[in-house]
């Protein structure tokens, strides 16, 4: 059984931690304040025209903005309003009413942020808040005729990529990777879009654009996007942005579709990142799905040097050796075939001595045994025809040798079945050996143990 060794590498960016635009303020008052925050107060009435409720939203806003703690009440009013008067057409024509209706979300999203300061224990009742402040200043910001319309929006906006940038850190932290992704997304949208209305952004170089975008495309990578990661990863391979893990996603992600593009990508990885564990085993990997048993080994040694004490690395040794030994007995070759036996055997006791309770390495020596006396059936079946006494004594030689062969890898299999009972390649193995032995009450104790599993 070859083992496919894969590592999953996580990623931490508390470096990127930052908070814009928070202001604590009264810790008493901001706390009483954030318990009522989220309740409705106050009624709508249903006759208020559209520019009515835009309005008194932004007379509560306004209120709000004078003293957070005191008029928390006043957000929730705001936020209602603005909810009631996006039902008609009206407002939806209109750039004011984006633009009040971004502001209201921007400081919802303020207002959660300084929440979770204070509470880490505090759950995100609008995760989506900033996604909307920036949904919504855009959409003033098409829809504007006046120059006073782009100025509030690129203002709103100029504070929403902040509520971006801390959308995507906090759902990247608990690896709420899709969330991640897309704020993210926004981020660098947002970023290009205030540039190219020469408005302020936090992001100051494109140093720091690459790095939310390295983010980005990891959370969509690990958040099952990799489609649409996968261009924000070429684009920081092309940009020379320097992480492995670009190299190995890009090999993982094209390996079905675009083989040799995967292959390209993985070679320039090993070539930048020579030490790098992660693609040293995406490299094993590939040659072992290819079959390339014989370059596969030196990898294999270079991975054992720098994690010496990995099972899973010497045991997938212990197999490549294996298949070689078999290989090179078929095709005659004794010498090698020895060479490779004891090489295969070797590597799987390396792997037990790290971990005795290796189930791997133990049901992997009873077969490397099993393997070498079943490699003997061919010829002794040959030799049965020959009944002169030179023919006769061969072949019980080589019979006395594949027992010998089955008994050997016995004890293993007993072990293995020890380790794992719900396994049922070992109580097959069992059942054959018992069998050749003519020990048939053990064959049918092992029968009935392969028929409870269903097997």
């Not at 009040?100 to 995100?124: C, D, F, Q, R």
């Given at each position: ?168 850190i906090t759902t990247y932290n608990v690896k709420d990777y899709a969330s991640a992704f897309s704020g993210y997304n926004y981020t660098l ?267």
């Open positions: 059984m070859i083992v496919i060794v894969e590592i999953i590498i996580e990623y931490s960016n508390d470096n990127f931690r930052k908070h814009f635009n928070i202001k604590i303020i009264n810790m008493k008052k901001l706390l009483i304040a954030l318990m009522s925050i989220f309740l409705l107060v106050g009624t709508i009435s249903a006759q208020d025209s559209p520019k009515k409720m835009l309005k008194k939203a932004s007379k509560n806003l306004s209120k709000y903005y004078q003293n957070p703690a005191e008029n928390e009440a006043k957000l929730t009013e705001a936020l209602e309003l603005v909810k009631a008067a996006f039902e008609s057409d009206e407002a939806k024509a209109n750039p004011d009413a984006w633009n009040t209706k971004g502001k209201i979300y921007n400081e919802l999203a303020n207002a959660e942020v300084k929440a979770s300061l204070l509470n880490p224990e505090y759950l995100i009742k609008y995760p989506d808040a900033a996604q909307t402040a920036y949904q919504s200043f855009t959409k003033g910001l098409e829809l504007g005729t006046k120059k006073g319309h782009k100025k509030d929006a690129l203002k709103g906006l100029e504070e929403t990529i902040g509520h971006l940038i801390n959308s995507a949208e947002l970023h290009d879009l205030l540039k190219a209305n020469d408005a302020k952004s936090p992001i100051v170089d494109d140093a720091q654009r690459q790095e939310y975008m390295f983010y980005g495309a990891v959370a969509g990578y690990y958040g099952d996007m990799k489609t649409e990661a996968t261009p924000l990863f070429i684009e920081l391979a092309d940009a020379g942005y320097d992480h492995a893990l670009i190299y190995e996603a890009l090999f993982s992600i094209k390996s079905e579709a675009r083989p040799e593009e995967a292959l390209k990508y993985l070679e320039m990885g090993r070539t930048k990142y020579p030490d790098d564990t992660g693609l040293l085993f995406a490299e094993i990997n590939y040659y072992l799905k290819a079959g390339q048993l014989e370059i596969l080994t030196d990898k294999l040694k270079i991975a054992i040097e720098k994690e010496p004490n990995n099972v899973t690395v010497r045991n997938t040794l212990g197999n490549v050796y294996d298949q070689l030994y078999q290989s090179e007995d078929k095709a005659g070759n004794t010498a090698k075939s020895i060479e490779y036996f004891d090489l295969a055997y070797d590597y799987y006791n390396q792997a037990l001595a790290i971990d005795d309770k290796n189930f791997d390495a133990t049901y992997s020596l009873g077969a490397l045994y099993y393997n070498k006396a079943a490699s003997y059936t061919d010829k002794i079946n040959e030799l049965s025809n020959d009944f002169s006494a030179a023919g006769t004594k061969k072949y019980d030689a080589m019979k006395a040798e594949m027992d010998s062969q089955f008994a050997k890898a016995r004890p293993y299999f007993i072990s293995a079945e020890q380790l794992n009972p719900a396994d049922g390649n070992p109580l097959i193995a069992l059942k054959e050996i018992y069998a050749r032995a003519n020990e048939f009450e053990k064959v049918a104790e092992y029968k009935a143990k392969i028929e409870a599993l269903g097997k």
